[in-house]
């Protein structure tokens, strides 16, 4: 694909607004609560905008779309329209808990919870998971889609990304990455609506496109589907969502700095609005690259890059560029942050120095940055292998290593007061073992199923140790009083509608 001058002017244009924007906002982050947190002063417009941003990437543009192209069709929705009632949950239920403690991270507030132990096992696996996992993940699909749209060299695209995006997040912290992701979640969202409308050209029309499509557009499928059967959504899918939307650091740090309870619940709910309507604008538009260019596209994560290439008139290309791209960095920025987060709070301060100042746990933080950005871009290339089943695949299948553990301690925490410190850190440690070995005896099983199993296995193991050994008095949490913690009545409204306009979508696509 040629690009002209008015899409490269475009594309400069674009994203020297975005980083000079979010760096002058960034310009005074001098303390680690204006560093890691924003200086907890976030809106809850910029917190919602942020969840979407950070959230949707080229795994979504490349790997959902990919699982659309293929024999799951619509049923991948489920993954957002789920992840939007979860937002409800973490928003009324969950947010008000972590607000009130006054935490940086959610391995800290484990800390409070069970002991230092569980904190440092929770921070050592979620730091495994953002480097060799995600952040690697999002680098590959971005890189694919480069490559796919412009013909970039796949490693060259990893590094280019990778590089920008450790750039202004060294600087600026998390008042740099809400601000990009402000203006790249709304580029993103314009984007694939434009794409979605001209796909619907191509084809003929929505009539034409649900007529032809008619067998992909089932959100429920067989019990013995290898991907995503009805079963999983009992309980299979509810678990990776619960963990990556409230006991995620990568996206509960946008929360964390909000400015009040109400900001954050406000935010919450904008962000799974918007969810809603993310499948019509990436699933949708896999299935017509199935259907225009089924037989010229060998891998499915190419399906969405291809439709751009083939749909999109010159001058478009610049912008879709700009979203593919910002949604790209968006991502990756945000988990960067994150990930920084956690091993400055959690690792470096809490185990080797204790009296480190301001100054030099934001120096740390910034060194931090810079490292996982290397590591995985070294990482990155190698992806591309096909006994990963692609890129979606790979990254919710491998989150199931840390997920169910996380989720089981949190919850069960939440719910059984006297549920002692070793049943959380068998329950962490449990994880890896017990669904280890189910991926290993049971390979034909979609590994959603292998987290519900897994998840029940940990809450038996919890349940167990309590009851033999539980604690002699509920734990007592710690309170930030500088946080106002006044709950929204207009979120529990929207929260309401949010779960009646989910069960609507279910009923017709079902």
């Known amino acids: ?199 619907f050209v191509a084809v003929g029309g929505p009539t034409v496109f649900f007529k032809a499509n008619a067998d992909k557009m089932h959100v429920i499928l067989p019990a013995d589907n290898p991907d995503i059967p009805w079963t999983a959504l009992v309980l299979g899918l509810w678990i990776p969502n619960i963990f990556y939307w409230g006991l995620n650091q990568f996206i509960v740090q946008r929360t964390l700095g909000a400015r009040s309870l109400r900001d954050g619940q406000l935010g919450i709910m904008l962000a799974a609005a918007i969810k809603l309507f993310i499948p019509f604008i990436i699933i949708i538009p896999g299935i017509m690259a199935f259907q225009l260019y089924g037989e010229q596209i060998v891998n499915a994560d190419q399906a969405y890059p291809t439709l751009i290439r083939e749909i999109l008139p010159a001058g478009l290309r610049g912008i879709m560029f700009a979203a593919l791209f910002g949604a790209v960095l968006s991502s990756l920025d945000s988990m960067l942050n994150s990930a920084s987060t956690i091993l400055t709070m959690d690792l470096y301060k809490r185990h080797l120095r204790r009296d480190a100042s301001t100054r030099t746990l934001v120096r740390v933080g910034r060194w931090a940055t810079g490292v996982f950005v290397l590591v995985a871009c070294l990482i990155a290339p190698l992806l591309g292998n096909e006994r990963f089943g692609g890129i979606f695949n790979y990254l919710q299948m491998f989150q199931g290593f840390i997920s169910p553990g996380i989720v089981t301690v949190f919850l069960f925490g939440l719910v059984v007061k006297r549920a002692p410190a070793h049943a959380a850190v068998a329950a962490l440690l449990g994880n890896v073992v017990i669904y280890g070995l189910l991926l290993l005896l049971l390979p034909d099983v979609s590994f959603l199923n292998h987290m519900a199993i897994t998840f029940l296995a940990l809450i038996a193991v919890m349940g167990v140790i309590t009851a033999m050994r539980p604690l002699s008095a509920p734990v007592v949490m710690p309170v930030n009083r500088e946080m106002d913690v006044t709950p929204s009545p207009h979120a529990v409204k929207a929260g309401v509608g949010i779960v009646a306009a989910t069960v609507v979508m279910y009923i017709i696509f079902w």
């Not at 000079?20 to 905008?49: H, P, Q």
Request: aromatic letters at 16%; a neutral charge.
């Open 1 to 199: 694909m040629s690009l002209t001058l008015y899409d490269l002017l475009m594309f400069v244009g674009f994203f020297a607004i975005v980083i000079g924007v979010s760096l002058y906002k960034a310009r005074k982050e001098s303390t680690t609560s204006d560093y890691f947190l924003a200086g907890r002063s976030l809106g809850f417009g910029l917190i919602g905008f942020s969840l979407i941003a950070s959230n949707i990437s080229t795994e979504h543009f490349v790997g959902m779309a990919g699982q659309g192209f293929g024999s799951v069709g619509m049923a991948v929705a489920s993954y957002e329209w789920m992840a939007a009632v979860t937002l409800v949950f973490v928003g009324l239920f969950l947010l008000p808990r972590f607000l009130r403690s006054g935490i940086y991270t959610l391995p800290e507030y484990l800390e409070y919870r069970y002991n230092a132990t569980a904190r440092m096992i929770m921070a050592i696996f979620m730091m495994i998971m953002y480097v060799a996992v995600a952040l690697a993940s999002i680098l590959y699909s971005g890189a694919i889609g480069l490559k796919t749209i412009f013909d970039l060299d796949l490693t060259a695209g990893v590094w280019l990304i990778g590089i920008i995006a450790g750039l202004y997040t060294v600087y600026g912290g998390l008042k740099a990455v809400v601000w990009t992701d402000l203006f790249q979640g709304a580029a993103l969202l314009i984007g694939g609506f434009i794409v979605m409308v001209l796909g």
